[in-house]
């Protein structure tokens, strides 16, 4: 299985990235996926969860500014983050349990400025 995330980069306090993860191999498809993100100096933290049904949940501190999405057809997870403030600031890692093996992406950057 690999995972394979995008869309990272700078964006100004308030603005909006997408990032994705596109997962790939053997039992990947369609399966739950999580999101996390690690800022510097401290550690890697829960973002949100889609579930392999669709249902998603959120840390509190993103809830109402991120929304995760899914294109099935592509095997590829989206999180949508709004209302970016400069604590958002982290590398985000996409994760996917698949047969009880635990597969992380290589993480894109977010940066987000004041």
């Known amino acids: 299985v690999q995972l394979q995330a995008s869309g990272g980069g700078l964006v100004q306090a308030g603005g909006s990235l997408r990032l994705s993860c596109a997962a790939s191999?053997?039992?990947?498809?369609?399966?739950?996926m999580g999101w996390y993100r690690q800022a510097p100096g401290k550690q890697r933290e829960w973002v949100a969860t889609?579930?392999?049904?669709?249902?998603?949940n959120y840390a509190d501190f993103v809830k109402g500014r991120f929304a995760l999405s899914r294109d099935n057809d592509i095997n590829t997870v989206y999180l949508q983050m709004n209302s970016l403030i400069p604590a958002d600031t982290a590398v985000y890692y996409c994760?996917?349990?698949?047969?009880?093996?635990?597969?992380w992406g290589q993480g894109t950057l977010v940066t987000v400025s004041s």
């Open positions: 191999g053997s039992g990947a498809s369609r399966n739950g």
């Open positions: 994760n996917m349990w698949v047969r009880n093996n635990n597969y």
């Open positions: 889609i579930a392999r049904g669709g249902a998603t």
